[in-house]
Each structure stands twice: as structure tokens, then as C-alpha cells.
């Protein structure tokens, strides 16, 4: 599956972003898919995930409670809903497709997508 994510942009602290994947290919509905993040001289993490059918979501403590990840099948889409931005949401977010939640949280992914670049300011 190959993937295109967008949305990105230069938002201040407290605001709000979504970013968007687009995935091409029939198979889209059988993948977990997650989005990802790396700042400038740190790892890339694993922020939020969700399941094939969207019934089983995970997010990592640093964004509990600000960002939600959703998808639409039938449009082939996953979606990072960011609130309450914070300067150290900055980073590039890169979106990925795999067999399961677990494989994904642990970066075992099979695609991925272009980033694209947040920048929160204070």
C-alpha cells in the first residue's frame, strides 16, 4: 500500500491541526495504521495507532487526551486529529501501514508515508 499524508503546517501553541493519509489500493481496510513523529535529533516515535476497523485505537501518554486518530475505510483515509497543540508536538509525521496494533507500536510496519512537517510556536 502506498501512502500520502498531508495537513501539516505552522500552528501556535493551543491550536488545532488534522492531518490526513491517503492510501491507494484495495487492501487499505486490512492494515493497522499509525502516525509517527520525529523531532530533530530524537527517535522516531510511535504516537497513535489504530486497528483495521478502527475498534482498537492506542496513543502514546505524551498525546492522551489531545490527539485522536480515526478512518475511513471507504475513503481509503486515517486521520490525526491534533488539539491543544504544544511547542514539543514539532516534528515530522509520517504515517505507516501494518499487519496488526502491536507490530505497529512497535515501528514493525510494512509501508510508509512522506512526512510532513508540524511546527507548534509559543
Known amino acids: 500500500v502506498q501512502l500520502q499524508a498531508s495537513g501539516g503546517g505552522l500552528v501556535q501553541a493551543g491550536g488545532s491541526l488534522r492531518l490526513s493519509c491517503a492510501a491507494s489500493?484495495?487492501?487499505?481496510?486490512?492494515?493497522?495504521m499509525g502516525w509517527f513523529r520525529q523531532a530533530p535529533g530524537k527517535e522516531r516515535e510511535n504516537v497513535a495507532t489504530?486497528?483495521?476497523?478502527?475498534?482498537?485505537?492506542y496513543y502514546a501518554d505524551s498525546v492522551k487526551g489531545r490527539f485522536t486518530i480515526s478512518r475511513d475505510n471507504a475513503k481509503n483515509t486515517v486521520y490525526l486529529q491534533m488539539n491543544n497543540l504544544k511547542p514539543e508536538d514539532t516534528a515530522v509525521y509520517y504515517c505507516?501501514?501494518?499487519?496488526?496494533?502491536?507490530?505497529?507500536?512497535?515501528?514493525?510496519?510494512?509501508?510508509w508515508g512522506q512526512g510532513t512537517q508540524v511546527t507548534v510556536s509559543s
Open positions: 489500493g484495495r487492501t487499505f481496510s486490512s492494515y493497522a
Open positions: 489504530i486497528s483495521s476497523s478502527g475498534g482498537i485505537t
Open positions: 505507516a501501514a501494518g499487519a496488526r496494533v502491536a507490530l505497529v507500536v512497535s515501528s514493525v510496519v510494512g509501508s
